[in-house]
T-cell receptor
Framework: DGGITQSPKYLFRKEGQNVTLSCEQNLNHDAMYWYRQDPGQGLRLIYYSQIVNDFQKGDIAEGYSVSREKKESFPLTVTSAQKNPTAFYLC?????????????FGQGTRLTVV | AQTVTQSQPEMSVQEAETVTLSCTYDTSESDYYLFWYKQPPSRQMILVIRQEAYKQQNATENRFSVNFQKAAKSFSLKISDSQLGDAAMYFCAYRSAPSGNTGKLIFGQGTTLQVKP
């Protein structure tokens, strides 16, 4: 079955550490996105990529980095520069053009700083 | 820049009754898509319904329907015959439609729906 897989489901980070969240899709979608969700707030865009080897900053990119070396994969690294990384992170993908361009989401990763 | 506002942080409905969730948005674009996503306790985001701005007819998916008022920039979700499984957080989202756009979704703050048995 086609879909988006995020791993791990839960992740714990020590102060000063970098951690990487995995996102893989087999939907053959060109576009992929990372969102952050905090309690009482909607989803906010961190980074997005429309094609391989290209990506752009979203609204809250500071302290995060991404890569897009393969169409299927869009990992997110939360660096030590991100001062408040505890949140729920959602990865999504979509077609770039055409009629059915709604986003499909992974199951999310809960990141906690310990 | 586009914005999406959901002014109801929490709503409740009796099982089998009807409830309407509100959403307003602001944009200067004429062509765009609007979505309602459901996020149950599992936190998996599930697409509920989609509306293309160029279509005057309101979208319907089984018990879910929308009231799309383009001039008023309003996009409400009506859930009929509410079921316990409808309990979730609901997000309204906006996406620009022009060819070559980034596909970014802009989300509202969400409305938590409680369904009472």
């Amino acid at each position: 079955d086609g879909g988006i897989t995020q791993s791990p489901k839960y992740l714990f980070r020590k102060e000063g550490q970098n951690v990487t969240l995995s996102c893989e899709q087999n939907l053959n979608h060109d576009a992929m996105y990372w969102y952050r969700q905090d309690p009482g707030q909607g989803l906010r865009l961190i980074y997005y990529s429309q094609i391989v080897n290209d990506f752009q900053k979203g609204d809250i990119a500071e302290g995060y980095s991404v890569s897009r070396e393969k169409k299927e994969s869009f990992p997110l690294t939360v660096t030590s520069a991100q001062k408040n990384p505890t949140a729920f992170y959602l990865c999504a993908s979509s077609r770039r053009q055409g009629k059915n361009t709604e986003a499909f989401f992974g199951q999310g990763t809960r990141l906690t700083v310990v | 820049a586009q914005t999406v506002t959901q002014s109801q942080p929490e709503m409740s409905v009796q099982e089998a009754e009807t409830v309407t969730l509100s959403c307003t948005y602001d944009t200067s674009e004429s062509d765009y898509y609007l979505f309602w996503y459901k996020q149950p306790p599992s936190r998996q985001m599930i697409l509920v319904i989609r509306q293309e701005a160029y279509k005057q007819q309101n979208a319907t998916e089984n018990r879910f329907s929308v009231n799309f008022q383009k001039a008023a920039k309003s996009f409400s979700l009506k859930i009929s015959d509410s079921q316990l499984g409808d309990a979730a957080m609901y997000f309204c989202a906006y996406r620009s439609a022009p060819s070559g756009n980034t596909g970014k979704l802009i989300f509202g703050q969400g409305t938590t729906l409680q369904v009472k048995p």
